[in-house]
Structure formats: structure tokens, C-alpha cells
């Protein structure tokens, strides 16, 4: 036994009539390869510098005695959700690829410190 199709809902537009909502913008030309890989390198270098800064030349300051070690925190949460952004803002992925890689690098750089620091 056959059913007969279901009803046409008119999603189609079957009358010729413009359709009530405005159509879709065009969609922008691919960017071109370099770009995301600039932007990797700059989030990649930036983030590294940062945590060389931090790290290497500031670890009496924000790791040595009297402090509480709230840069361990801070600098990794700070470039996660620095990473965070950039991935929500389509032109800007590749910087946000290259400071969420930037925290490995950081961490590299810290437990560096940390061997060069013990008495």
C-alpha cells in the first residue's frame, strides 16, 4: 500500500516570489597562505618573547621568595584565552594557532628556569 507524498511545505518557493529575506552576502576570496602563516609565527615569536620576559628575566620577581607565584597562573591562562579570541575571529586564526602553541613553548622556558634556579 502507497501513501501519497506529504504536502510541499513551500520552502522552495514554488510561486516565483522573492523569497521575504535577503540574500546571503557573497562570500569573501580565500586569504592567501602567507597570511596564516605570518600571523602563526607573530603569535608564535610574541608569546615566546612573553614568556622569556616573564620567565627568564623576571623570576625573582614573579617566582622568588615573598611572592605567592601568581605568573604560573596568569601567563598561561592569559594566552588561552588570548588564543580563545583569535579562533573566534575568522582573519585572526593563525595568531591564535600561534600563541596556543606559544604556552608549550612557555612551559619549556619555565621548567628551564626552574632546573637553572635550584640551589
Do not use: D
Not at 546571503?24 to 608569546?47: A, E, K
Amino acid at each position: 500500500m502507497q501513501q501519497p507524498p506529504p504536502a510541499l511545505l513551500g520552502y522552495n518557493n514554488p510561486y516565483g516570489a522573492p523569497p521575504p529575506w535577503p540574500p546571503p552576502p557573497p562570500r569573501q576570496p580565500p586569504s592567501s597562505p602567507w597570511r596564516f602563516v605570518l600571523q602563526f609565527l607573530g603569535g608564535l615569536l610574541f608569546g615566546g618573547a612573553v614568556s622569556g620576559v616573564v620567565w627568564a628575566l623576571g623570576w625573582e620577581r614573579y617566582m622568588g621568595p615573598g611572592s605567592n607565584g601568581w605568573a604560573i597562573i596568569a601567563v598561561p591562562g592569559l594566552k588561552l584565552a588570548a588564543a580563545i579570541v583569535c579562533f573566534c575571529l575568522p582573519g585572526w586564526r593563525g595568531l591564535g594557532a600561534g600563541i596556543l602553541l606559544s604556552v608549550g613553548i612557555g612551559a619549556l622556558i619555565f621548567f628551564v628556569t626552574c632546573a637553572t634556579h635550584i640551589n
